[in-house]
């Protein structure tokens, strides 16, 4: 390949880490072009801690209220976290990635495996921030080995995510094995039309022989990446140790890693099968419990096609055998590929490639809720996603919804360009999917902006229904839901529409404690859990970790030592959690410092989306999340929903099926209501969902600027008593 033309270029001493940290941040703007090495302050670890916490101080500092997404002071910020990159414990290759989302105009953090996270903090720097807007298409290349930063003018015809990854682990390797010394992150054409781009980032895969890819898929990272004009960001870093993290204290770090090797050895055939199947294994599992999105979340089973899709018929087509560990040491190794696939349509046709994935809520998006039983189908979807460089669950969930607009004749065929969207119509879903990465079919330009765009955008270009539209649009503050039917699931409302950033599947996901185990039966109850998970799983996002190996296998004993509700927080690998902490940074963190070093964050980052939002940072929930909007849906599981009016007094004999809909609607719009304000108020927050000053206080956040916003958009009436 012809080499790429030096725009600019930068050389550093790489910092030295230290008990998990290099102590530096690397800026770079693409527009000016610039690049500063930035100390990282000891009150910015004991704060923020490092990975997401990292990435939202800097992005605060970084840009204005009325910042929006594809302004260039908007940021992508990456950071790993002090654990990031270690090898003893599996799980600890993540890295977070935190912007303005194009989604939601309010912050979105999104996590990947690969080795980016490891290999810029081995680089050097506890976190990237890239600022600027170049004028043309750029690569940014950080080289760990030299001490040197390059903004290069790309040389790539094909910026689609694995052409170029491919392209450039080849350029920039020395030989076969300097590829794993190397990783990419890219997006892909669709990115540049959509919201909901993703941000691919790869590893090596030395058996294979190929490129692998992992998504930061959700919030539209990759989209900003394009309007950026960068075709991708690419780190080496080739002389990596066995303690590259300089942990205090590598006994420990062993110890505890060997324990949860071997519980994954013995336990995963018997428990979730990670190993053969990935989070696939999930989708039996939740057509039983009527949890599987189906025709747009309208339905939660479909018995006559889910053999189709059962996880079984994944494991045939996964490849077997293979360690397929995201990260080194990784030993859960979840991260599954079918080999050769062969692809019959688009840009691709015809060629063999390995395809990974695709995960449980591919399955479900790309798969179930669009009507779709043909994995082959899905696997190919899959593939075109990330090549183009789309979320999967944006697309899949927004997808589903254009299906069901045109099945209700909101939408025709005259306005889709001649496609037939009907659910299940795979040949024209594809090719819908096409029209976006060529971007020129204004109809598909429209559905890659997601939900809440196509609502509006319908509406005014095709008059189509907005009440209705509205009720089955399965957004959350501009963000579209991911896989679970959260209908019956009161405290899953709360872990889809009650988050920081919109619904996914990051928070909470109570579904088995609420619905099918009721260990959460009051308000309080719900609260409670409402804020616990989604502090503890935050956690994950400060450190650099994985949250798979906490509950994807369980100690043996887990269910019989630990009463129910505990048992679901997997004590004992909550305390190999203190454990490795402790044992890299060398600090003596207990089990109860986990949730308050997230609240910090987590009540940061919502004062951030508060900020954004000029105070409108208000919690939505679609009709559909609460409950069936039509008579059909009702029907299909009309004795089920005849009970729950029963149970709340009404007696549905006589009734039209239009008025039970509307009556147990009613009932569950004030029971959002009452779960809003308890779990606000656990929480620490006033009615309109602002963290109080005092909550600030309580955790040390409460900064000059962060008191601030709260001041303004806070008044004494929304206090909860
Ligand atoms: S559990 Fe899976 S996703 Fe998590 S680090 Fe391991 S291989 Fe990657």
């Known amino acids: 390949m012809d080499k790429m033309k030096v725009l600019a270029e930068w050389s550093y001493t790489p910092a030295k880490i230290d008990k998990g940290y290099t102590r530096k941040t690397l800026y770079v703007n693409v527009g000016e072009p610039r690049m500063e090495i930035r100390d990282v302050t000891q009150d910015m670890i004991d704060t923020f801690t490092g990975g997401r916490g990292f990435d939202l101080k800097l992005l605060w500092d970084a840009v204005k209220d009325t910042t929006k997404w594809n302004d260039p002071e908007n940021e992508i910020v990456i950071s790993g976290g002090p654990l990031c990159g270690i090898t003893q414990y599996p799980g600890a290759g993540k890295s977070y990635a935190a912007f303005i989302s194009p989604l939601s105009g309010q912050t979105y953090d999104s996590n990947s495996g690969g080795y980016w996270g490891p290999l810029t903090k081995f680089s050097g720097f506890d976190a990237v921030e890239i600022q600027g807007k170049a004028d043309k298409d750029v690569i940014l290349y950080i080289n760990g080995d030299e001490g040197k930063i390059q903004i290069l003018e790309s040389n790539q015809p094909d910026i689609n995510a694995y052409t170029i990854t491919e392209n450039l682990h080849e350029y920039f390797a020395t030989s076969e094995a300097d590829k794993r010394s190397i990783s990419v992150v890219s997006a892909g054409k669709a990115a540049e039309t ?78 979730c099968k990670m ?25 939660g089973q479909n018995t006559a096609e889910i053999a189709k899709i059962h996880s079984s018929e994944y494991e045939k087509l996964f ?33 063999k490639v390995t395809v990974d994935g695709p995960e449980y809520e591919t399955v479900a998006s790309l798969g179930s809720n669009i009507g779709v039983y043909d994995p082959l189908w899905t696997i190919e979807a899959n593939f075109y996603a990330d090549h183009y460089g789309v979320d999967t669950i944006s697309l899949g969930t927004g997808i589903a919804f254009v299906c069901e607009c045109f099945e209700l004749g909101l939408i025709n065929k005259t306005d889709t360009n001649g496609l037939d969207l009907n659910f299940g119509m795979k040949d024209d879903i594809m090719e819908l999917i096409h029209r976006m990465a060529v971007g020129t079919d204004e109809f598909a330009a429209i559905v890659a902006k997601g939900i809440r765009y196509m609502k509006k955008a319908f509406a005014e270009k095709y008059k189509a229904d907005a009440a209705k539209m ?27 529409y009650l988050t920081l950033k919109g619904p996914q599947h990051d928070e909470a996901w109570l579904i088995f404690m609420d619905m099918v185990n009721k260990q959460l039966p009051t308000y309080e109850d719900k609260a409670e859990a409402l804020h616990y998970f989604p502090n503890f799983r ?43 902490f402790n044992a890299v940074t060398g600090k003596a963190i207990k089990k109860e410092d986990i949730i308050t070093m997230s609240e910090k964050v987590y009540n940061f980052q919502r004062v951030f989306q508060v900020r954004m939002k000029q105070g409108n940072a208000f919690h939505n929930i679609p009709l559909r ?14 004795d089920y929903y005849d009970g729950k009016l029963k149970e709340i007094g009404v ?16 009932y569950r719009l004030g029971m959002w209501d009452g779960l809003k304000t308890a779990v606000y108020k656990r929480r620490g927050w006033n009615k309109k969902g602002i963290p109080t000053v005092e909550t600030l206080k309580r955790l040390g956040i409460d900064y000059p600027e962060v008191v601030a916003v709260v001041e303004k958009y806070s008044k004494p009436e929304d206090v909860i008593a």
């Open 194 to 271: 959509s919201y909901y781009g993703c941000m691919n980032m790869s590893f090596y895969d030395p058996r294979r022989k190929v490129t692998r890819l992992k998504q930061a898929g959700r919030g539209g990272g990759g989209s900003i990446m394009r309007d950026k004009k960068i075709a991708a960001m690419v780190v080496k870093f080739s002389k990596m140790g066995g303690n590259e993290n300089n942990a205090v204290d590598l006994d420990t770090l062993q110890k505890v890693g060997v324990k949860l090797h071997k519980e994954i050895h013995d336990l995963d055939d018997s428990q």
């Open 275 to 299: 190993r053969k199947i990935g989070t696939a294994h999930l989708n039996e599992i939740m057509d039983e419990y009527n949890l599987l999105p189906t025709n747009n979340y309208k339905f």
């Open 319 to 351: 490849t077997q055998g293979m360690p397929d560990g995201c990260w080194y040491g990784c030993s859960m190794a979840c991260a599954k590929a079918v080999d050769g696939f062969t692809i019959k349509t688009g840009p691709c046709k015809g060629q």
């Open 470 to 496: 509205e009720a089955i649009g399965m957004e959350g503050q501009g963000v579209e839901t991911s896989e679970y039917v959260p209908k019956e699931s009161i405290a899953q409302w709360g872990g889809y």
């Open 538 to 580: 935050t956690w994950f996002s400060l450190v650099g970790l994985c949250k798979l190996p906490w509950n994807d296998v369980e100690p043996a004993n887990n269910r019989i030592v630990n009463p129910p509700k505990e048992a679901a927080k997997v004590p004992e690998h909550v305390q190999n959690y203190v454990d490795i």
């Open 625 to 638: 999340a609460l409950g069936p909007v039509f008579a059909d849906e009702w029907d299909a599981r009309k």
């Open 651 to 666: 007696e549905p004999a006589g009734l039209s099926t239009e008025t039970k809909i509307q009556k147990l609607q009613e």
